[in-house]
């Protein structure tokens, strides 16, 4: 299994919908929780970082950690055309290295 | 602050030729990582560095070597390139975080598209 999955999509929504992009992962001792977002060839970008459970509020963008069941989500109110891109979850503990999803790729259709 | 730059951002090899990957920050961090993103793989850690002079292997580390001889460099080579090696490549670098911990915010450089043919 897998440390970290991700569903690849794609994942196509009209603008203004509200999305809902997912990741599980095996390792119980995984304290933080991030996500990525990556435009077309571009590198990726730190978009949200969660500590431990629970949920995290950034204007359009709430990250949510379920650690009773090893999942993450994160949901993008409103959406825009300009949130196109590839997001990558990543999580790991205090030791070891960060592990990443495969990518979610999302468009947004105005 | 440029931030982190990757130099060339492309190149086309012949297989068995080698040839070495440059990334610079400008940020003063102590860890930095190569990445190799291919489709369906998502990101897969080659080698990182926890501060000058030191290395240590990713999960994907077999054909690669690297090098940190200065804080602000991290050098990637290839000594015999392959066709399985054809990806594009991420450099990455993070402030050491508490305890040490890899999990600070790592910022990504633009990425250097290698073909190897």
């Known amino acids: 299994q897998k440390e970290v999955e991700q569903d690849p999509g794609p994942l196509s929504v009209p603008e203004g919908a509200i999305v809902s992009l997912n990741c599980t992962y095996s390792?119980?001792?995984?304290?933080?929780f991030m996500w990525y977002r990556q435009y077309s060839r571009k590198g990726p970008e730190l978009l949200m970082y969660?500590?431990?459970?629970g949920n995290k509020e950034d204007g359009r963008f709430t990250a949510q950690v379920d650690k009773s069941s090893k999942y993450i989500s994160l949901f993008i109110r409103d959406s825009q055309p300009s949130d196109s891109a590839t997001y990558l979850c990543?999580?790991?503990?205090?030791?070891?290295?960060?592990?990443f999803g495969k990518g979610t790729k999302l468009s947004v259709k105005p | 602050n440029a931030g982190v730059t990757q130099t060339p951002k492309f190149r086309v090899l012949k297989t068995g030729q080698s040839m070495t990957l440059l990334c610079a920050q400008d940020?003063?961090?102590?860890?930095m990582y190569w990445y190799r993103q291919d489709p369906g793989m998502g990101l897969r850690l080659i080698h990182y560095?926890?501060?000058?002079?030191?290395?240590a292997k990713g999960e994907v580390p077999d054909g690669y070597n690297v090098s940190r001889l200065k804080k602000q460099n991290f050098l990637l080579g290839l000594e015999s390139a392959a066709p399985s090696q054809t990806s594009v490549y991420f450099c990455?670098?993070?402030?050491?975080?508490?305890?040490?911990?890899?999990?600070?915010?790592?910022?990504f450089g633009p990425g250097t598209r290698l073909t190897v043919l």
């Open positions: 990455a670098s993070s402030y050491s975080g508490t305890s040490g911990a890899f999990t600070d915010t790592q910022y």
């Open positions: 390792n119980s001792a995984f304290q933080y």
């Open positions: 969660t500590y431990s459970s």
């Open positions: 990543a999580t790991g503990g205090s030791q070891g290295n960060l592990i």
């Open positions: 940020m003063n961090h102590e860890y």
């Open positions: 560095s926890v501060g000058e002079g030191t290395t």
